[in-house]
């Protein structure tokens, strides 16, 4: 009897030792996995599709129910109080892409009579570039006198098509030149036009000209943050990321901090490896690192990038538990910003001096 209730008891014994031990195995799996969010991040707008013109409407989206109520819509404004005014203001939208002489070879389409638009717009070539480089039309409306891009119901006198000379596939080349005739003429037959082209020669040599100035002068500033110790769940990085005003990109491993303009490319970009965005369960993932990086010749200056990066990469840095480091690793400090700052400053002012101020459509064109 004494000896059945020993065994009970070491029995007993036994299994709250087991148990001790599985819930001990499971709480140092939990701890060495990657840090998780506290409570999954809010459902968030993804980032906007860059077009040249964007259609004029507000997106909305479904109202969703919360506790049986209908919440309110996220494209409308919290309501104001009764006595106060609530207008809207929608963001500035990116202006239109245009012929610009100082980055396009020109050539002039002129026509016996006026042509309407919808004539014109049918007639445009089907693929608008030439090689890697955009190719644009323009028609000087009959009536306002004003180059613009082709619309129907309108009648134009005149026309003229734009070859970008450079962008950062490179220069444009004898075939690419070639080409941007050959379209162009065709356009200028079926239209009754007759065309002008520049010199190819002199064409191809400013597009080297202008390439050359480009690739000393473009920059794309970068900083990564990594974790001190723990590595980082990739919700862990959405929800810290939603906190500064980040928001899904287009692609996985990608977060974006949208501009002000609507339409314009983002103001910041928060990087990190797509395979743990792309995992079965990307909560599963370890990530130890991330870029947060800004188009400099994209972004305006009057949009202070420069101060919203640093302060972008200090708040996650001290939220993440995390160290910013350069490309090699080198920790960067309040000095080293100040020293990256000033080099700015100094891109800013060349990029002005060319008429390509950062942020401009030229500058936007060129630099893409």
Not at 112 to 141: F, T, Y
Not at 231 to 241: D, M
Request: hydrophobic share 45%.
């Amino acid at each position: 009897m004494m000896m059945s209730e020993f065994s009970i008891a070491m029995a007993c014994l036994g299994g709250v030792v087991l148990a001790g031990v599985v819930a001990h195995g499971t709480w140092q799996a939990r701890k060495a996995g990657p840090l998780r969010p506290v409570q999954p991040p809010p459902s968030e707008p993804r980032e906007p599709v860059l077009v040249v013109d964007p259609p004029v409407g507000e997106v909305s989206l479904e109202p969703v129910l919360l506790d049986g109520q209908p919440a309110p819509e996220p494209s409308m404004p919290a309501p104001a109080a009764q006595d106060e005014a609530a207008p809207v203001v929608p963001p500035p939208r990116r202006p239109t892409a245009r012929i610009d002489a100082l980055i396009d070879a020109i050539a002039t389409l002129a026509v016996e009579a006026p042509v309407s638009g919808d004539l014109a717009l049918a007639h445009l070539p089907p693929a608008r570039r030439a090689g890697s480089k955009p190719l644009l039309i323009e028609g000087q409306n009959a009536e306002s006198g004003e180059w613009e891009p082709l619309r129907p119901g309108q009648r134009y006198r005149e026309f003229q098509a734009g070859a970008q000379l450079a962008n950062r596939t490179g220069a444009l080349n004898e075939i690419e030149y070639s080409e941007f005739v050959q379209k162009v003429q065709a356009y200028a037959d079926l239209l009754g036009a007759m065309a002008d082209f520049p010199d190819m020669l002199d064409a191809v040599a400013r597009a080297r000209e202008l390439d050359s100035f480009a690739g000393q002068h473009d920059a794309h500033l970068a900083v990564h943050l990594h974790a001190r110790g723990t590595a980082w769940s990739v919700g862990y990085i959405h929800q810290h990321a939603a906190r500064s005003g980040f928001v899904p990109g287009l692609v996985p491993g990608r977060l974006v901090l949208p501009s002000t303009e609507e339409g314009a490319p983002p103001t910041l970009t928060l990087a990190y490896d797509p395979q743990a965005a792309l995992a079965d369960d990307p909560n599963q993932s370890a990530v130890h690192v991330v870029t947060l990086s800004f188009d400099v010749p994209q972004t305006p200056a009057s949009a202070a990038p420069f101060d919203t990066w640093q302060a972008s990469a200090e708040a996650l840095a001290e939220a993440m538990e995390a160290v910013i480091v350069d490309d090699h690793r080198r920790p960067l400090g309040p000095q080293a910003f100040e020293a990256i700052g000033e080099e700015l400053g100094q891109l800013y002012e060349a990029l002005e001096r060319r008429d390509l101020a950062a942020g401009s459509m030229a500058a936007r064109r060129l630099f893409s």
